[in-house]
């Protein structure tokens, strides 16, 4: 029979004890994750199913709302590499891409991997890379079948699309080949998912004799590896939340050891790019905070004979307080500067012969859109125009090539959107003083027939953490099914993300992380105060450490909700930063606290959602996912948090849901295009039922 009131688990006496608090937490079984916990979260998930039944028309149409929105055939922009033009295509009706590809010199497209075919065996399939070798006979990619993301490293050569016997069973994704082809450098984790070794391995021998390159010892640090856009060096990158290093070798010695390029010191990080000058010569430009808090411009020489340190370095183009220096790409002629300033980011590019000058600047193309030059699309050197793309949350996403001679764009290909109108709708920039009187801006995105008079409902989105700025002004097909229905939806650039540069980050880190709450209630209570939204009807969501964020603005201010969604959510902190035998504990460590020490621990018990649950009655509505085979926030939390709050208000219990992830599935929720919109079709016909604002557009 349907279930009708949702599970109550058993409770077990446990008692957390650290600096002489005793916390007790009857719920810590459930980390085993065993019989008995998987039986609950069937449970659970049978419950949200029941609760939510109700709903099915909803999701269906919000379903086809937003699967109209994306074309039936969607092609990518293709570049250039290796004497190919490299493409990617959605087909029609399918949930994956395929990778293909024709000669530059003109040719038939070549099929080079259709994700869809893995799926169809597995039912489950995350491409976590792909790299071609730079004789363009060989396909490096790595495929996750449970999202757990641990990924099985293959190889396919090309001409023949026959699979090599070359199989690593358990890499993390990310990878770099030789120049010469014949190896392939790539990432092994830990027990604890850490990215703590590069391994090489020679193609056309057993992974058993792989070699290993390079070890990452201490636990907070995590490495990377790739190729250099020149393909001439091989540079791995091993960084914690506030300190990095760099090592580079040569890929044409692919058996050489690696050289380091400033060495280490806590609290530096730098990232370097390898710059080739017409008359052959070389250097590193890096990209630090070493003495400049938004980060400024150093060269530096390749070092080849041994390690150096940050006295080789010297400076190019000093800090700018205003502007966050996030990345320098380097190019035949020129450099290519990415930053973020007033909220926005931007591109500067600069000849060679004058990386100190102003050169010329590249904004996106309105207050609420992004402006990127993503590496993936520029891989040659020799270029001297790039691939950029303008999108923003109302704009689908618009690839030009950009003259780095005139910054000009000229427009190469439009993403289509059937059905959809820009023009009805509108997006603008406003700010709310915070707690502390600090300005944080919200993006604010409406149907322009939804007045901003106090009448509409609305739902709130935040992230705020790893001065990540998640998303980036994104295109996204779901939203206007929300917009279409009368709700306002805000985006609430919060302390502890990266719209504000730097500084924005410190500010909503470790003993300051109380910030990234107080900004995300004040722009709520500025929209209800100003009357902008029904104060009533205002409901918020947060995915990950966004779903912390859900949590603790659900405990200090349950008055403020109509609605909660908490994804995935980091909620019980405490017990989770004290245990780093969890993945991704000990590496966490800068960015929220070790409660090892007092002083964190203090400012942790603060705010830690299961530690600090609201006062029985009116509290708002909520909704929680978790996944089974989540690595990053394991299922455990989730399912504990929502245990403990219905327990300690039985009547309000049944309006706590909790979809769960039983089977396959990873941490941003279901793989492939149209299962991730049937998702989101859930989610939001749930707010819209809370927010009661279902009428069909």
């Not at 040719?107 to 790299?131: H, I, K, R, S």
């Not at 590249?362 to 520029?378: G, K, Q």
């Not at 990540?468 to 279409?484: G, K, N, T």
């Not at 995300?520 to 918020?540: C, F, K, M, N, S």
Request: charged share 25%; proline share 8%.
């Amino acid at each position: 029979m349907p279930a009708t009131q949702p599970p109550v688990p058993p409770q077990e006496a446990h008692e957390h004890v650290a600096h002489g608090v005793h916390r007790p937490d009857p719920f810590h079984w459930m980390r085993r994750v065993d019989a008995p916990v998987l039986a609950h979260l069937s449970a659970e998930r049978e419950w949200y199913d029941v609760a939510t039944g109700h709903l099915s028309p909803l999701v269906q149409a919000l379903r086809a709302e937003m699967t109209g929105r994306v074309p039936a055939t969607d092609s990518s922009i293709s570049w250039p590499q290796h004497g190919y033009y490299y493409y990617t295509v959605l087909p029609a009706g399918r949930e994956y891409e395929q990778l293909l590809r024709r000669r530059v010199a003109g040719g038939t497209d070549e099929m080079l991997l259709d994700v869809n075919e893995m799926a169809a065996d597995e039912g489950y399939v995350d491409l976590g890379m792909w790299a071609v070798s730079p004789d363009a006979e060989l396909l490096a990619y790595a495929v996750d079948f449970d999202g757990d993301e641990v990924y099985e490293l293959r190889f396919r050569h090309l001409r023949t699309g026959t699979e090599l016997p070359d199989v690593v069973p358990r890499a993390a994704p990310g990878g770099a080949w030789s120049a010469d082809s014949t190896h392939f450098f790539y990432l092994v984790h830990d027990e604890l998912w850490r990215q703590h070794q590069v391994w090489r391995h020679r193609l056309g021998t057993p992974a058993s004799e792989d070699q290993l390159v390079l070890e990452e010892p201490d636990g907070q640090f995590e490495l990377e590896v790739e190729t250099s856009r020149t393909g001439d060096l091989l540079v791995i990158h091993s960084a914690n939340r506030d300190t990095s290093e760099v090592w580079v070798l040569d890929a044409s010695d692919p058996t050489a050891a690696p050289r380091s390029v400033g060495g280490r010191r806590r609290g530096v990080e730098y990232v370097a790019e390898h710059l080739r000058h017409p008359d052959g010569t070389d250097e590193l430009l890096l990209v630090t905070n070493d003495g400049a808090t938004e980060y400024r411009l150093a060269r530096c020489p390749v070092p080849r004979t041994g390690d150096q340190d940050a006295s080789a370095w010297l400076p190019l183009r000093p800090e700018d307080p205003d502007e966050r220096l996030e990345r320098a790409d380097a190019f035949a002629g020129h450099v290519v500067l990415t930053s973020r300033a007033g909220g926005r980011n931007r591109l500067r590019i600069l000849r060679l012969d004058d990386l100190t000058g102003e050169g010329i600047v590249v904004a996106p193309v309105s207050d609420i859109a992004s402006l990127s030059a993503p590496a993936e699309r520029n891989v040659e050197p020799d270029l001297d125009e790039i691939i950029v793309v303008d999108e923003s949350y109302l704009m689908p996403p618009v690839w030009s090539a950009l003259s780095l001679t005139t910054g000009e764009r000229t427009e190469r290909l439009r993403k289509e959107a059937p059905g959809y109108d820009a023009a009805a709708y509108v997006g603008e920039q406003c700010s709310f003083p915070s707690a502390d009187g600090t300005p944080v801006a919200a993006t604010i995105l409406r149907h322009r027939s939804t007045p901003l008079d106090g009448s509409a409902p609305c739902v709130m989105y935040a992230y705020g953490a790893y001065e990540s700025v998640y998303p980036d002004q994104e295109w996204d097909p779901a939203i206007p099914s929300l917009l279409d229905r009368g709700v306002v939806y805000v985006h609430a650039h919060v302390r502890g993300g990266g719209e504000g540069g730097r500084r924005w980050w410190l500010d909503g880190r470790m003993e300051h992380k109380q910030h990234t709450f107080d900004d995300h209630i004040a722009v709520a209570d500025g929209l209800a105060r100003e009357g902008l939204v029904d104060p009533a009807r205002i409901a918020t969501r947060g995915l990950s450490a966004g779903g912390l964020l859900q949590g603790a603005v659900f405990s200090q201010r349950p008055d403020r909700w109509r609605a909660v969604v908490a994804e995935v959510p980091f909620v019980d902190v405490l017990t989770t930063m004290l245990d780093p035998s969890i993945p991704l504990t000990v590496n966490e460590w800068d960015e929220w606290g070790d409660p090892s020490r007092p002083e964190d621990y203090a400012w942790m018990a603060r705010y830690s959602p299961y530690d600090n649950l609201p006062p029985a009655g009116g509290r708002p509505d909520l909704l929680v996912t978790g996944a089974v085979h989540d690595a990053r926030v394991m299922v455990w939390e989730p399912a504990k948090w929502v245990a403990a709050l219905r327990e300690s208000d039985p009547e309000w219990g049944p309006r706590a849901l909790f979809r769960v992830e039983t089977g396959a599935g990873a941490h941003v929720g279901p793989a492939g295009r149209f299962a991730h919109l049937g998702y989101e079709a859930e989610v939001y016909a749930w707010l819209l039922d809370r927010l009661e604002s279902i009428t069909t557009p």
